[in-house]
């Protein structure tokens, strides 16, 4: 029993060093993967921040008003959903996969 016991324990162990040697490096990033999107500030800072310096001043707070609606873009009074996001970039190139 204790020949076939050793082999069998050598073997587990190998097998469970092999499993965790593959487990726990992580992938290295490929070189001719693409860079993720940058999708830039929000809109609505876009639209507050007038001085493009990330921050909103006491001045850019007070003209807030004015600033929020240059984002009302089909000008019915209400910022709805769509206009406070980005608008999304157009896909130039083929479908990521294909369609059936």
């Known amino acids: 029993m204790k020949k076939i016991l050793l082999p069998c324990a050598v073997l587990l162990l190998g097998a469970a060093t092999a499993l965790?040697?593959?487990?726990?490096?992580?992938a290295a990033p490929r070189d001719d993967a693409p860079p993720p999107?940058?999708?830039?500030?929000?809109?609505?800072?876009?639209?507050?921040?007038?001085?493009?310096?990330?921050?909103?001043s006491a001045a850019e707070i007070a003209r807030a008003a004015t600033a929020l609606?240059?984002?009302?873009?089909?000008?019915?009074?209400?910022?709805?959903a769509d206009e406070l996001h980005p608008p999304?970039?157009?896909h130039t190139g083929p479908p990521p996969f294909p369609h059936p």
Do not use: I, M, N
Not at 20 to 26: I, K
Not at 37 to 56: E, F, I, M, S
Not at 69 to 80: I, M, P, Q
């Open 88 to 90: 999304r970039p157009e």
């Open 69 to 80: 609606k240059t984002l009302d873009r089909d000008g019915d009074g209400v910022l709805s």
């Open 20 to 26: 965790l040697a593959q487990t726990a490096a992580p």
């Open 37 to 56: 999107p940058h999708h830039g500030p929000p809109p609505l800072l876009l639209a507050l921040d007038t001085d493009h310096d990330g921050q909103l």
